[in-house]
């Protein structure tokens, strides 16, 4: 275990707000009966949050975002976990309030380590990361209403993003008719390579005039981007389907009415992957590495460490297309 290692630091005074790579050690690292040394993280929005002074994420400076990590265990004072162990680590308060992934080395707390699944590398659990277990406990929670691809075509909004991607990917693998939409229309060729079978404009599914119940289309809907968006797709759910919201990329404001629920019986299913249960959390990671295992080769990509703020930018910017994966070891 290196006394002395890399980590991307974010610090905020009076003066001044900084951002970069720097030296840091064992004894900057908060609190945790588990110390992992990290190999994979990811960029997420949050995190791109995480890295500006206005973002509303970060409480106390200087920090580690990287709400995402997976690596290998160098010492640890939990019995269900021993050296060498491989585990992820997603949620809680991770690169929030307690230092994250974007570290060589990270402490943390028993209870928050998921061991990596059969099926899976480390590589390939960030490629996921928190967007893809997202999605997944999305498509799970719809399932679980009733969902088959018999009911009828599944719209994924916000298709380019992390969640929509996996989303994408992981309902085309089980068979479903997956329509997807996009603000990006570079992005069309992309989506339909992931499985979609229709790739909608922004504009189709956010409507200027949103109705309290307007023509019914799709059995369900993986929505991360909530706002208009959700409030319009909610008005188009066939009979007795769902929407399963992540997200509030298109606001936080819904101009919706009862009528979707009252008179269709629509349903509105909250996804929350930051406290999720760990024996729910241990059930859909396990799908991530079976039957939701997505099409991560051409979802995803690899940067260093030192590229990181170019691409907590371009998210901030709505510029990144699917996963990036951050390699630290």
């Not at 960029?43 to 995402?68: E, H, M, Q, R």
């Not at 992934?101 to 061991?115: F, I, N």
């Not at 929350?272 to 099409?295: F, H, N, Q, T």
């Not at 460490?305 to 930018?313: M, S």
Request: hydrophobic fraction near 40%; proline fraction near 5%; charged fraction near 25%.
């Amino acid at each position: 275990m290196m006394s002395a290692f890399q980590a991307f630091v974010v610090n905020k005074t009076e003066t001044e707000f900084t951002v970069g790579v720097q030296t840091i050690s064992m004894d900057d690292l908060p609190e945790g009966d588990v110390v992992v040394r990290v190999h994979y993280s990811s960029v997420n929005y949050k995190d791109g949050l995480a890295s500006i002074p206005d973002g509303k994420i970060v409480k106390t400076y200087p920090f580690v975002p990287g709400i995402d990590l997976a690596g290998i265990v160098v010492s640890s004072n939990d019995a269900r976990f021993r050296e060498g162990d491989e585990v992820i680590a997603t949620g809680y308060e991770i690169g929030v309030t307690h230092f994250g992934g974007y570290s060589e080395y990270a402490r943390l707390h028993g209870d928050w380590l998921v061991p990596l699944p059969k099926g899976l590398t480390l590589k390939e659990a960030m490629a996921i990361g928190t967007a893809g277990f997202t999605a997944a406990l999305s498509i799970h929670r719809l399932e679980e209403h009733g969902l088959t691809p018999e009911r009828g075509p599944v719209l994924v909004t916000g298709a380019t993003g992390g969640v929509g991607s996996l989303a994408v990917s992981m309902l085309a693998k089980r068979g479903y008719t997956v329509e997807a939409s996009t603000g990006k229309t570079a992005e069309h060729d992309y989506l339909r390579a992931l499985g979609a079978k229709e790739v909608l404009t922004r504009e189709d599914v956010t409507a200027e005039r949103i109705r309290p119940l307007d023509k019914q289309r799709w059995a369900a809907a993986v929505d991360p981007v909530g706002g208009r968006t959700l409030a319009t797709v909610l008005s188009r759910i066939r009979y007795g389907g769902a929407v399963a919201v992540s997200g509030l990329t298109g606001g936080v404001d819904v101009p919706t009415t009862v009528h979707p629920f009252i008179l269709r019986g629509v349903s509105l299913l909250g996804i929350d992957s930051v406290y999720c249960p760990m024996e729910l959390r241990l059930r859909i990671w396990e799908r991530l590495a079976g039957d939701l295992k997505p099409d991560l080769e051409r979802i995803a990509h690899e940067i260093a460490l030192h590229e990181l703020p170019q691409a907590l930018e371009r998210i901030l910017r709505g510029e990144l297309r699917g996963r990036t994966v951050v390699r630290l070891g």
